[in-house]
């Protein structure tokens, strides 16, 4: 049974960034041990690395995936002028690869398209959270692909970036999994 979105809903992600849509694939996203469940908070200095990302494609499909991360509340959630920040781009992510169900996980390990157990290619280089000012929600959207090879062109621009625009024009259609995650700016240590 797919997830529900009312947390999605709850925490304005539907609305701000998606529309309403009906989950279809399982995602699960790790920074390190932490998994990261919809309105959880995390510490930037965790999320400095890029997370794991494992998908349950139960459809028995070969299908191939995108994922987009973005912050909807640059570069404050009172004024987020520069909505959506795009975080990260990752396409032709294979959810099944023959059986009928494959849990697909992957670590990135650079800024290249690089991972452990399964390809992927890193479409705009992961930059981790880092909000200047309030309490930013960083949202994990994935799409499935039309096809196989998926060819796009990465943004020229990390600001003002819409998912919902980035999903209309390469035909992508409304997500089949999302979750996010809330952070905030850490305090400074004092030197004493």
């Not at 399964?118 to 309490?135: A, Q």
């Not at 995650?181 to 850490?186: A, L, Y």
Request: aromatic fraction near 10%; charge should be neutral; include cysteine.
């Amino acid at each position: 049974m797919p997830r529900s979105i009312d947390p999605l809903i709850v925490g304005k992600v539907i609305g701000d960034v998606i529309d309403t849509f009906v989950p279809r694939v399982d995602m699960a996203i790790h920074y390190s041990t932490r998994q990261v469940t919809n309105g959880c908070q995390l510490k930037p200095s965790a999320t400095a690395q890029a997370p794991e990302i494992q998908l349950s494609d139960k459809s028995g499909d070969n299908n191939y995936y995108t994922l987009v991360m973005t912050d909807p509340d640059a570069p404050s959630p009172s004024e987020p002028s520069l909505r959506e920040w795009l975080h990260w781009i990752v396409t032709d992510i294979p959810g099944n690869s023959g059986g009928s169900e494959t849990n697909t996980g992957f670590s990135w390990l650079s800024e290249q398209a690089t991972s452990t157990s399964s390809s992927g290619r890193e479409l705009v280089p992961y930059i981790g959270p880092r909000p200047p000012i309030g309490i930013h929600r960083y949202i994990f959207v994935l799409f499935k692909q039309p096809s196989q090879s998926f060819l796009i062109s990465p943004p020229a621009a990390r600001n003002n970036f819409s998912t919902r625009n980035f999903a209309a024009y390469y035909g992508l259609g409304l997500p089949v999994a999302a979750t996010y995650c809330n952070s905030q700016k850490e305090p400074a240590s004092r030197s004493r």
